[in-house]
């Protein structure tokens, strides 16, 4: 009798343990900028280069889009990288729920300074970009162009 108890108690949790653990699917408000955000897209933050572009790739896995990518400095240490879900998409906009963290040789002493959790995106004007909203550095007095841009 004990056994079954156990057995049934096990067969619970790993339901409930699936359900806590499943990704939430990606809420599309627009079709058309959901299919513009898939695929690879050029990134950049300003404080590394303008001339040459890091990538990112958005994938669709199960209704979920993932995001990650990175930019690099030539000849140096200072980086941008994504990773994380974009939780919804609407025509100008999308929000993404994960990491990017920037690393600049004369920008919060030279460390990694992270942002996390919801993160806006939006295309402003004319741009052919999405460009993060948060854009005020949280680790140092500098505001930050992170950028993906239109394939």
């Known amino acids: 009798m004990l056994k079954k108890i156990i057995y049934i108690s096990l067969i619970i949790l790993a339901g409930f343990s699936s359900l806590v653990f499943a990704q939430e699917k990606t809420v599309v408000g627009d079709a058309d900028a959901k299919k513009m955000l898939l695929g690879k ?15 990112t790739n958005i994938t669709n896995k199960a209704g979920v889009l993932y995001l990650k990518g990175e930019q ?13 879900t974009i939780t919804s998409i609407d025509k100008k906009e999308f929000k993404f729920e994960g990491t990017i963290v920037t690393q600049i040789s004369y920008i ?9 959790g919801e993160i806006n995106f939006a295309i402003t004007g004319k ?18 162009y992170v950028d993906i841009y239109f394939r």
């Open 72 to 84: 690099k400095q030539h000849g140096g240490s200072d980086f941008v990288k994504i990773d994380g």
């Open 108 to 116: 919060n002493g030279g460390k990694p300074c992270t942002r996390s």
């Open 127 to 144: 741009r052919k970009y999405w460009r993060l909203q948060e854009m005020t550095n949280p680790c140092d007095e500098a505001v930050d």
């Open 41 to 55: 897209h050029l990134l950049s933050l300003q404080w590394i280069s303008w001339d040459y572009f890091g990538t």
